[in-house]
């Protein structure tokens, strides 16, 4: 398969290097310029050729910019696969352009960060017709261990953040417990060792324990090096907030965890540390 690969950065730049090892990659980059890759001078240049052309871009406006320029240039029956993630209604908005030019398009954000990306261990979940996504496929298996089609185009995006809204919500109730906790006199092992195993468990508390020293290895570990961070939580928790919105669908607690984040972000010492440092953040205030 040829391959067009628009947005090498932390993540495109790993799972283009993946890709390449088995298929014939041209990559475009308007700042970055990875080893290992053949690179176009242009967006509609790498994605002239390609049987599928995969996007992996900051946020949904510059995915559509990117979409006028390469959906005229590919050629008829192409795929246009999109990794980054954006707002479902860019995603629908580039999936009803990609038709108009006689293209498919995947809408597949991904979970399992710059870790699963570089040992090709990411999950998929993606919106876009079967058949298309059957084509794919292929491409997920190296770059992934697992796609889930989720329905038609935005249903990715639609997934992605329903989740994400999840995670940025339990993470925040996973450090405000361990701040009671510890005020209550209760130790964190002991407390790790209950929640881990009642109806209190999460991805949160098991697999990236925010209190360092419990649990399995994590960002809590390493200083709150990221990992995950602060400001790309806060990122999918607004883009969830836009969908919530434009859907009416009452989201409270997604709401509370978008404000929470902002604020980590914005006004405090969140930007560039994990989304766990929530707990190192509770800590230091009283109760409001
Ligand atoms: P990044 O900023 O490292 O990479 C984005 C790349 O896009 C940059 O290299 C940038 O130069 C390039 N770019 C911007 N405008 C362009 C244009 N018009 N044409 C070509 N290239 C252009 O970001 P990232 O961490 O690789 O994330 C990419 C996407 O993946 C985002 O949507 C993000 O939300 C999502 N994501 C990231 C992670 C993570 O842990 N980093 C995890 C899951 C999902």
């Not at 860019?90 to 352009?97: F, L, P, T």
């Not at 790790?192 to 109806?199: G, L, P």
């Not at 980590?264 to 205030?285: C, I, N, T």
Request: glycine residues 10%; proline residues 5%; charged residues 15%.
């Amino acid at each position: 398969m040829k391959i067009g690969f628009i947005g090498l950065g932390n993540m495109g730049a790993p799972m283009a290097a993946n890709l390449a090892k088995s298929h014939e990659v041209t990559g475009f980059d308007t700042v970055a310029a990875p080893e290992g890759i053949a690179l176009a001078q242009s967006a509609a240049d790498a994605a002239r050729d390609a049987d599928v052309v995969i996007t992996m871009l900051p946020n949904g406006d510059i995915l559509r910019q990117v979409a006028a320029e390469i959906h005229p240039a590919m050629k008829s029956g192409a795929i246009h696969l999109d990794c980054s993630t954006v707002d479902v209604e860019s995603a629908r908005a580039v999936a009803a352009q990609a038709q108009g030019n006689g293209l498919s398009a995947i809408d597949a954000p991904v979970s399992g960060g710059i870790g699963g990306a570089t040992n090709g261990t990411l999950t998929f979940m993606a919106g876009g017709p079967a058949d298309a996504f059957a084509t794919v496929q292929p491409l997920f298996d190296i770059m992934g261990q697992k796609a889930v089609h989720c329905g038609p185009a935005g249903n990715g995006q639609a997934a992605k953040i329903c989740n994400n809204m999840i995670l940025g919500v339990t993470m925040i109730a996973t450090c405000e417990a361990f701040v009671l906790a510890d005020k209550l006199g209760l130790d964190r092992q002991a407390m790790f060792d209950v929640v881990s195993t009642s109806s209190g468990y999460s991805w949160s508390m098991n697999a990236y324990c925010p209190a360092p020293g419990i649990g399995p290895q994590s960002p809590a570990d390493n200083d709150y090096q990221p990992g995950f961070a602060s400001e790309l939580m806060l990122k999918d928790l607004r883009l969830s907030q836009m969908a919530a919105e434009a859907a009416d669908a009452d989201t409270p607690m997604g709401q509370a965890a978008t404000a929470l984040y902002q604020q980590f972000v914005e006004e405090e010492d969140g930007k560039g540390r994990d989304f766990s440092a929530m707990l190192p953040r509770f800590e230091s205030r009283h109760r409001g």
